[in-house]
């Protein structure tokens, strides 16, 4: 599963790249026939980068909670199972101590 997911993310890297490319090209011939300020231009450009970089941060919350469901179907503790168990335990722990004392 984890290598269909490298694939993915590999192939939507190598999209968004190739669109920053063109997007960029773009802009740059607007720019040179006065469509465009340079200005105007890195505006387009840092809007089409914030974009993906919250997409990107979309895609890595959908990816975390897809992983944890499927860890949850197959039975798996999460980290945070696991830190609960702790806590229960050294709770326990604690109680054992005190009833030793007495």
Do not use: H
């Not at 469509?35 to 231009?41: M, S, V």
């Not at 830190?83 to 007495?102: G, I, P, T």
């Amino acid at each position: 599963m984890s290598d269909i997911l490298k694939k993915g993310f590999l192939l939507g890297l190598g999209a968004a790249i190739s669109g920053k490319e063109k997007l960029d090209t773009k802009l740059q011939e607007m720019v040179e026939k006065n469509e465009l300020t340079q200005e105007q231009a890195r505006t387009v450009m840092r809007n089409f980068i914030d974009k993906g970089e919250m997409k990107t941060d979309e895609w890595n919350t959908k990816q975390y909670e897809q992983t944890q469901q499927v860890a949850k179907d197959l039975g798996l503790a999460t980290k945070e199972d696991i830190n609960e168990l702790r806590a229960r335990l050294s709770d326990v722990e604690s109680r054992l101590n005190e009833q030793e004392q007495l």
